[in-house]
């Protein structure tokens, strides 16, 4: 395991290289200069070189390069070329609204994916899993957004029931917080809970198709010991690794919802930063999630140990 824990590391290392130097390189060779926006329309040719200057964009390449990486490294994430503020700061006042949409999010997707798809396996061909069916087909092939202006249309305008944009924090009331991220939850979540559902009853069918399962059944165990204890337990590796695909494509779907739902997290930091190409804030954010998303397949894989014994590294 140390090993495998160590080659693991280093690779990790490598992919983080390879990110950042494709990620400096995307939006340095992308059409357009930043100091001409920063400047403005009305900007002369000698302010438009002073920002240049000032930014440091006139040193050759690797020179901004390493810079970058050796700032990124002592944990300054640069400053933002629009506001002036710090690239940090920025994201952590963005953090909590994504934060609260991304866990509420992944709660609601494996809660309802792992039990539509138990049920979906125990009772094949049944109410349930014609359900899930039509559930997936909408999941997949719905985008987001319109799944957003959906839910937006019918529960806040012409039900009144929820509102219809924004975010309060959870320092303003855990009630306010929890009923303004109802639409945008349900709206993220829809395709994840189709997605883990339909990996658990596929997961779940192959198990309980086993020998061994059809033992138990003959030895009169209980459908809760059979379902839970050990089909559960045996199709939990293709289930876990659904979960952890689901966490790292959340990621993008974030920015979506945020954007459909008027929230002020990390994605709409993104399109902002985007719309202004504001290097630092961009190049801040895809590194933090290219991070994010090695992290979580590092701790899948390595979960799979706790899952499954019989698997060694």
């Known amino acids: 395991m140390a090993a495998y824990l160590l080659r693991r590391i280093v690779s990790t290392i490598a992919v983080m290289a390879m990110v950042g130097i494709f990620v400096f390189l995307l939006l340095r060779l992308a059409p357009g200069d930043p100091a001409d926006i920063i400047a403005g329309r009305n900007a002369t040719p000698e302010m438009i070189a002073g920002i240049r200057e000032k930014l440091g964009l006139n040193d050759p390449m690797p020179v901004q390069f390493v810079r970058w990486v050796l700032d990124m490294l002592s944990g300054d994430f640069g400053t933002s070329i629009f506001s002036g503020r710090p690239v940090l700061e920025l994201m952590s006042q963005r953090l909590e609204p994504t934060l609260s949409l991304s866990i509420l999010t992944m709660i609601l997707s494996v809660s309802v994916g792992l039990s539509f798809g138990i049920l979906a396996a125990w009772r094949t061909g049944g109410l349930v899993d014609r359900l899930l069916a039509a559930l997936s087909?909408?999941?997949?092939?719905?985008?987001?957004?319109?799944?957003?202006?959906?839910?937006?249309?019918?529960?806040?305008?012409?039900?009144?029931?929820?509102?219809?944009?924004?975010?309060?924090?959870?320092?303003?009331?855990?009630?306010?917080?929890?009923?303004?991220?109802?639409?945008?939850?349900?709206?993220?979540?829809?395709?994840?809970?189709?997605?883990?559902?339909?990996?658990?009853?596929?997961?779940?069918?192959?198990?309980?198709?086993?020998?061994?399962?059809?033992?138990?059944?003959?030895?009169?165990?209980?459908?809760?010991?059979?379902?839970?204890?050990?089909?559960?337990?045996?199709?939990?590796?293709?289930?876990?690794?659904?979960?952890?695909?689901?966490?790292?494509?959340?990621?993008?779907?974030?920015?979506?919802?945020?954007?459909?739902?008027?929230?002020?997290?990390?994605?709409?930091?993104?399109?902002?930063?985007?719309?202004?190409?504001?290097?630092?804030?961009?190049?801040?954010?895809?590194?933090?999630?290219?991070?994010?998303?090695?992290?979580?397949?590092?701790?899948?894989?390595?979960?799979?140990?706790?899952?499954?014994?019989?698997?060694?590294?």
């Open 137 to 313: 087909a909408f999941g997949y092939s719905v985008p987001v957004f319109v799944i957003g202006y959906f839910l937006i249309y019918f529960l806040a305008i012409k039900a009144c029931w929820l509102p219809v944009q924004g975010y309060v924090p959870i320092d303003g009331g855990l009630g306010p917080w929890f009923v303004h991220l109802v639409l945008p939850t349900l709206a993220l979540s829809l395709g994840y809970i189709a997605f883990i559902a339909r990996v658990t009853r596929a997961s779940m069918l192959e198990v309980l198709s086993e020998d061994y399962m059809r033992t138990a059944v003959a030895k009169g165990a209980s459908s809760y010991a059979m379902l839970f204890h050990h089909a559960l337990k045996n199709a939990g590796v293709p289930i876990l690794t659904a979960i952890g695909i689901s966490f790292a494509y959340l990621i993008g779907g974030v920015v979506l919802t945020e954007t459909v739902f008027n929230i002020a997290g990390i994605g709409r930091l993104v399109v902002d930063a985007i719309n202004n190409r504001d290097y630092p804030i961009i190049q801040s954010v895809l590194i933090l999630t290219s991070g994010l998303y090695v992290l979580i397949n590092l701790t899948v894989d390595l979960a799979y140990t706790l899952i499954d014994p019989r698997i060694r590294y």
